[in-house]
Nanobody, 128 residues
């Protein structure tokens, strides 16, 4: 499995960005997907996750109502729409894939060690 994240950049506080992650190498629709973020010197924090069929989504409390995770199984992509960005949202954002066919994906979703595959990260900078 290969994951390629894109869409990061510099945005003003209150602005929006849309991150995308391209998945390849296996059948995308078999994998629950997640987004995490990491500041330098800190742990990787959960942001959002989505089930294999997009029927269920989960969000960290800090981004609920502002961020939206979505996926397109025909295009093998998972997206993160980020609105009303705050300076504290600045970080490197990573997309990740859980092991396939996970029936317990939602309980695993917030924990980075539960993900089997990671993208390279894309930097989001938010100016105040």
């Amino acid at each position: 499995v290969q994951l390629q994240a894109s869409g990061g950049g510099l945005v003003q506080s209150g602005g929006s960005l849309r991150l995308s992650c391209a998945f390849s190498g296996r059948t995308f629709s078999n994998y629950a997907m997640g987004w995490f973020r990491q500041d330098p010197g800190k742990e990787r924090d959960f942001v959002a996750a989505i089930s294999w069929n997009a029927g269920m989504t989960l969000y960290a409390d800090s981004v609920k109502g502002r961020f939206t995770i979505s996926r397109d199984n025909a295009k093998n992509t998972v997206n993160l729409q980020m609105n009303s960005l705050k300076p504290e949202d600045a970080a490197v954002y990573y997309c990740a894939a859980q092991p396939p066919y996970s029936s317990t994906w939602s309980s695993r979703a917030p924990y980075s060690h539960e993900y089997a595959h990671w993208g390279q990260g894309t930097l989001v900078t938010v100016s105040s």
